[in-house]
């Protein structure tokens, strides 16, 4: 089966949230912060580190740009001027935080 792949990209201003829908169809909203936290890149999680791991931003988190890198990932620049992390469809699908997927593994 094919990985799902992010079809549409909105954010949300007000909410401070962005929108992504998937090619099955799934949809989810990711907080600013939340997807500032998780960013992956080795400066925010240390290089070598085995597992993502959460860092709480500090502040106010805005989206300032989001870019579509190769065919595989996204790229989020943040108001706090960080913007060197590659979000892979498959860690943000993996890090979806509607009640579907926080509930555990789906199927
Ligand atoms: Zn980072
Ligand atoms: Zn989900």
Redesign the pocket.
């Known amino acids: 089966m094919d990985e799902p792949i992010p079809l549409e990209v909105r954010r949300l201003p007000e909410q401070r949230r962005l929108r992504l829908t998937w090619s099955d169809g799934?949809?989810?909203e990711y907080d600013y912060r939340y997807l500032r936290g998780w960013c992956p890149c080795a400066f925010c999680q240390g290089h070598g580190a085995l597992a993502l791991s959460f860092h709480e931003p500090a502040g106010e988190i805005d989206l300032a740009a989001v870019e579509v890198v190769g065919q595989y990932a996204l790229g989020f620049r943040f108001s706090d001027g960080h913007g060197s992390g590659i979000y892979r469809f498959d860690l943000l699908?993996r890090l979806?935080?509607?009640p579907?997927?926080?509930s555990g593994p789906v199927g």
């Open positions: 799934h949809v989810g699908r979806c935080p509607c579907r997927c926080a």
